[in-house]
């Protein structure tokens, strides 16, 4: 895969893996709950995003299946000249 190619893939595995990321521990306050939210905030609003983690583990992730993907190419189980011819 050359440079281009791996940059791609990567930020579209990036994106498509945060967004799968993104519901994990999210709990809204909700309108059962006993803590009322301030004025002008969405009460489907998280109490905690997380988000630094999980762009941490988004970009660890995506590593992981980027090198994944890259040695599938490599040794030709996955060819998409083949696919588009």
């Known amino acids: 895969m050359d440079i281009m190619s791996g940059i791609v893939v990567f930020f ?3 994106w498509v893996v ?19 939210p301030e004025s002008g905030h969405d009460h489907g609003a998280p109490e905690k995003s997380y988000l630094k983690v999980k762009l941490l583990a988004t970009t660890l992730v995506t590593i992981i299946l980027w090198f994944g993907i890259d040695y599938l190419i490599s040794i030709k189980i996955i060819n998409f000249r083949e696919l588009a011819g």
Do not use: D, E, N, Y
């Not at 799968?20 to 006993?34: I, N």
């Open 12 to 14: 579209t595995l990036w």
């Open 18 to 36: 945060l967004f799968m990321a993104l519901p994990f521990g999210v709990h809204s306050r909700g309108a059962h709950s006993t803590v009322t």
